[in-house]
């Protein structure tokens, strides 16, 4: 018998998506996080906050401004809490109200939405885009295709230079005076926008984002989901099986007339009367355009809705759905959220204005020098946390008669960083006393002068003794 074979494509090939426009109330909720979205992402690159831009990430000096706070790389756990509380924030809404992140803030939906809408300015709704694609190269197809190009180019490059505007002035950046890495980034992230939202779209959110495959550990039957209802809208039928309008239809005829225009609007392709499927990113597209023919057809609304799954084969008023919602895993993410986003909070309120860290000088860990005094040698990296300048002096303290070699006082400047190198000393009699080995001190900021009205610091470090 001859050997079989069977061919396995790792990559199916699909039509491209045309979806429909619709209007309703959640496509203008959608509209209205798109201008919210894109009003922070391509503003804050321009507000000013002093001489600087408001929002800077200067990777070059080392320094992130975000308006009137300065942040070092040292200041790395308040990146961690912010993943931290975007994570338990993601968790929390999806077990309550599903993928709303992805139907509405997420960028891949965000710029898919812009970019559709320019396709629709020139090319028209989805049947008069259909029939263009179809159509041989005429001039009328030519101007249309290549305008949007255009357009979407446009789009993505300005797109480009907005991110890099997080990571240098975007001033700057207007006056083409572009170097080579900021250049690769602009075409890099332009290029992904364009891609994304031009051409790849739903394979982004189908085969690419992880969010879509793992979101099922997050959803339980008190999820909030678009769904459709099977029990009001089966069997489906057309106009010909309703009678004129104004007369009883059949009863075996449900209120789905299958017009298939909630598959027509789906920005990712489905059929959500097929039941909850992984790639419906909760867009609610499909629940506006069929409450439109629900109108239409003067019947309740509703047919297609946000409904959890118990509530929809329970029956359940929006009263008992809503008591549901607190639940373990509810609160639990929401009690983590608000502990994380409260010590944060509290953090940067009680933040010091100034940040030291101490490394010994390796090299020599101690030595005997004049009078018999045993002195260790220091460096104190100090930052100015604050965008004014600051004055402080040195102390230390922890062994008796223990004295920096000579006195330090440091003036920063604002935002500054620098090193300090110093001595410290402490009398024999006191080494002898305390005996060989490392012994805990510290190190103590005070503040000098009018601009120290910041409170002070101290470190921990440690002093050696010879043996």
Avoid at 188 to 212: D, H, I, L, S, W
Avoid at 288 to 316: A, E, S
Avoid at 353 to 375: F, H, K, M, W
Wanted: aromatic content about 12%; proline content about 4%.
């Amino acid at each position: 018998m001859a050997d079989s074979e069977a061919v396995i494509r790792l990559y199916k090939s699909e039509d491209k998506i045309h979806p429909r426009a619709v209007d309703g109330f959640f496509a203008r909720w959608r509209w209205a996080l798109v201008a919210l979205t894109q009003a922070v992402f391509y503003g804050l690159p321009w507000l000013t906050w002093g001489d600087r831009p408001a929002v800077l990430f200067d990777l070059a000096s080392r320094r992130f401004y975000v308006f009137g706070l300065v942040l070092y790389p040292q200041d790395f756990v308040y990146l961690t809490a912010l993943l931290l509380m975007s994570a338990y924030a993601l968790f929390l809404f999806t077990a309550v109200a599903g993928r709303v992140w992805c139907g509405y803030a997420c960028p891949q939906t965000v710029y898919t939405e812009i970019f559709v809408r320019i396709e629709h300015w020139f090319e028209g709704d989805r049947n008069a885009r259909l029939k263009l694609d179809k159509a041989g190269w005429s001039w009328n197809k030519l101007w249309r295709k290549g305008g949007k190009q255009v357009v979407w180019i446009a789009l993505a490059l300005f797109t480009g230079i907005s991110f890099v505007g997080y990571f240098t002035p975007i001033r700057e950046l207007m006056t083409f005076s572009l170097g080579g890495w900021e250049a690769f980034w602009v075409l890099f992230y332009g290029f992904a926008t364009y891609g994304n939202a031009g051409y790849m779209r739903e394979q982004v959110c189908k085969y690419m984002c992880p969010y879509a495959r793992f979101q099922s550990a997050m959803f339980d039957r008190d999820t909030l989901i678009v769904t459709y209802d099977p029990a009001r809208g089966e069997p489906r039928g057309g106009n010909a099986k309703r009678g004129k309008k104004g007369e009883a239809r059949s009863a075996a005829v449900g209120d789905c007339i299958d017009c298939s225009l909630c598959v027509q609007v789906c920005p990712t392709g489905i059929d959500i009367r097929e039941g909850l499927q992984y790639e419906c990113i909760s867009c609610a597209a499909c629940i506006d355009v069929c409450d439109g023919v629900m109108d239409k057809m003067n019947y309740p609304q509703g047919l297609i809705r946000f409904d959890t799954q118990n509530g929809l084969t329970g029956h359940l008023g929006w009263a008992k759905k809503l008591r549901r919602v607190l639940r373990p895993r509810v609160l639990i993410y929401g009690s983590v959220l608000l502990l994380i986003s409260g010590g944060l909070l509290f953090s940067l309120l009680t933040r010091s204005p100034v940040r030291l860290d101490i490394v010994r000088d390796r090299s020599v860990l101690a030595r005997q020098v004049e009078d018999g005094y045993i002195e260790n040698l220091y460096r104190l990296q100090l930052m100015n946390t604050t965008e004014s300048a600051q004055r402080y002096g040195v102390a230390v303290e922890g062994l008796d008669g223990i004295a920096l070699a000579r006195p330090v006082d440091v003036s920063l400047a604002p935002a500054e960083a620098r090193w300090v190198a110093l001595a410290v000393r402490v009398p024999p009699a006191t080494a002898a006393r305390a005996g060989g080995g490392a012994h805990v001190i510290h190190f103590r900021l005070e503040p000098l002068g009018a601009a120290g009205a910041a409170a002070g610091l101290s470190e921990k470090s440690t002093f050696v003794v010879p043996r």
